[in-house]
């Protein structure tokens, strides 16, 4: 996995960015992307001891939305399989929210407090303690810090003449981001039609090799740097691996 690569941020917010990176080929570019999703270990819900629940709701279906409330992950702070315990406790009537839980670690926190677990009514109580256990993604779908991960080939565009006075008027959609004379340009500030950047210019659109355009979301349990480059980490530590077992 050696080599030089050149990143630059398109658009860039602590949950959701965009991103070039040049220098790097489809396969280590699909690589990263599953390592987003699966490698990256995240803490969740994974049992839940119920006090009481009086709600109208199963103690399952509790805990399946318990498991889904994205909490904060410090890097290197656990190890895969050790727990940190929550607790809830609420009485009705009023709903109780993620931002209920109360953790036993600062460290770990539900990512949004604003996420309903359930409406109760007047005399109804939800008491529950809960573990939360770091996985990764490729165990279970509830680890995974990503939760919108894709890439695409950088797009060029060259302006070849004019459009033929009766030319097709056909719309000429691209999607991701265009390349122009060294600038970066997302495709729907000019609503992924070529005609209304270019009116009346014929143009010619070529992939750029190499140079691939991700767009990470996460789910909040991390920023999009840091499960950017943890992934990447978990790259190099497989990598690594594998160059000491075909060495024995």
Known sequence: MAGDFD????????RDARFLVRGITPALA????RAMLADVPTL???TVR???NSSVMFDEQLALRLGLVPLTTPEGEFEE????TLALDVQGPGTAYSGDLVTADPMVEPADTNIPIIELKEDQRLELEA?????????????????????????HV???????????????MVRGVIEEDGELIPAESFDNDLRNRYPEKEVEVNDV?????????????MSVEELVLRAVDTLYDRAAELEQAVQL
């Open 7 to 14: 990143v630059e941020f398109i658009e860039h917010e602590n």
């Open 50 to 52: 119920f006090v009481e």
């Open 158 to 172: 060259e302006v070849v003449g004019d459009a033929a006075e009766y030319g097709d008027s056909e719309a000429q």
């Open 30 to 33: 699909n690589g990263i992307r």
């Open 81 to 84: 399989g050790e727990e940190v």
């Open 131 to 155: 573990d939360a256990v770091l996985g990764r993604g490729r165990d279970h779908a509830k680890h995974q810090g990503g939760v919108a991960i894709g890439y695409r080939n950088l797009q």
């Open 44 to 46: 969740s819900i994974d």
């Open 209 to 221: 090799e190499d140079a691939f355009v991700f767009h990470v979301e996460t789910d909040g349990s």
